[in-house]
């Protein structure tokens, strides 16, 4: 497809994955690994002599041996009633993520990982702190914010949309339940910003391709 005066279309940013079927059961999939790990976690690992929960194994803020969580703390969770409250977020925030493709979700995802990891392992309070919530706040954050850096209108109505039905979620970026990360909260959403202003301009660079001499 061509404009008027010869140039290629950019085509439009994606809303919905090309193949939402697939893109569905890769979700599902994903978080069926989530399951799957807590229930080792329940059976086989409190059952070893001695007990050895993974629990611990997330991030503990300032410490060298924390540091290894920032790998392990968003596939680990306190009890299948934390992960049943992920499930949702997970499959839905993860899900509209992979409109943009399976190798920009996964970008956004590491850049995500990376930098609520990082930042909860330096501003963290003390403990152990695991679970998918970073991952979470971190993909809404990048749906609420890439349509506005893409100039998209239907990425910006369906950032409106989930706003409207998660906005709730913003409140968990301050502190107040404890017990409650919202460092790992802060710190996702920050590294969702970063993700969408780096993918939306790799996207621009992408399409309008080199210059010719």
């Known amino acids: 497809m061509t ?3 010869g140039v290629p279309a950019r085509p ?5 994955p090309a193949q ?37 194994d997330g991030i503990v803020p300032r410490t060298v041996d924390g540091l290894g969580g920032i790998l392990w703390s968003p596939l680990l969770h306190g009890g299948f009633d934390h992960l049943a409250s992920n499930t949702v977020p997970l ?20 850049t995500i990982w990376i930098v609520s990891g990082v930042g909860t392992w330096l501003i963290g309070s003390p403990g152990s702190t695991i679970g998918a919530s970073g991952i979470i706040f971190g993909w809404f954050a990048f749906l609420l914010v890439r349509g506005f850096f893409a100039r998209s209108v239907g ?40 993700a969408a202003r780096f993918t939306v301009a790799a996207d ?9 001499a």
């Open 204 to 212: 621009r660079r992408r399409r309008v391709g080199p210059a010719a």
């Open 3 to 5: 404009s008027p005066s």
């Open 155 to 194: 990425q910006i109505v369906l950032a409106v949309v989930l706003f409207l039905i998660y906005g709730g979620l913003l409140f968990g970026v301050l502190p107040s339940t404890p017990g409650i990360s919202w460092q790992a909260h802060l710190c996702g959403a920050i590294g969702g910003i970063l």
């Open 12 to 16: 439009a940013p994606r809303v919905w």
């Open 20 to 56: 939402p079927l697939r893109a569905a059961l890769f979700m599902l999939g994903v978080v069926a690994l989530l399951w799957l790990v807590e229930l080792a976690d329940r059976t086989v690992f409190v059952s070893l002599d001695p007990p050895q929960g993974l629990d611990d």
């Open 91 to 110: 499959l839905v925030f993860g899900f509209l993520v992979l409109a943009g493709g399976i190798g920009q979700f996964l970008a956004v995802t590491a």
